[in-house]
């Protein structure tokens, strides 16, 4: 399939998901870069009730909020 009739066919909402080789793919912008910040101490606490709540780690919960946020 040429790239135009994939895109074609993509903006046209249809499969085209069998035309990908998924184990090549990768996601765009994906590299992780470390980042230390201070937080008082009440709020990593509230934090870590937060994630205990929900399931997850407190660095999952603060990912989660902060790519919320800058969407």
Do not use: C, Y
Not at 25 to 33: D, G, H, I, L
Request: zero cysteines; proline letters at 1%; charged letters at 35%.
């Amino acid at each position: 399939m040429k790239a135009n009739e994939f895109d074609r066919k993509f903006d046209e909402g249809e499969d085209v998901s069998a035309a990908v080789d998924w184990s090549k793919a990768k996601r765009v912008n994906s590299e992780t870069r470390r980042v230390n910040v201070d937080f008082p101490a009440w709020v990593v606490e509230s934090l870590d009730r937060q994630a205990q709540h929900l399931g997850v780690t407190r660095q999952s919960l603060i990912k989660l909020w902060i790519a919320e946020r800058l969407e």
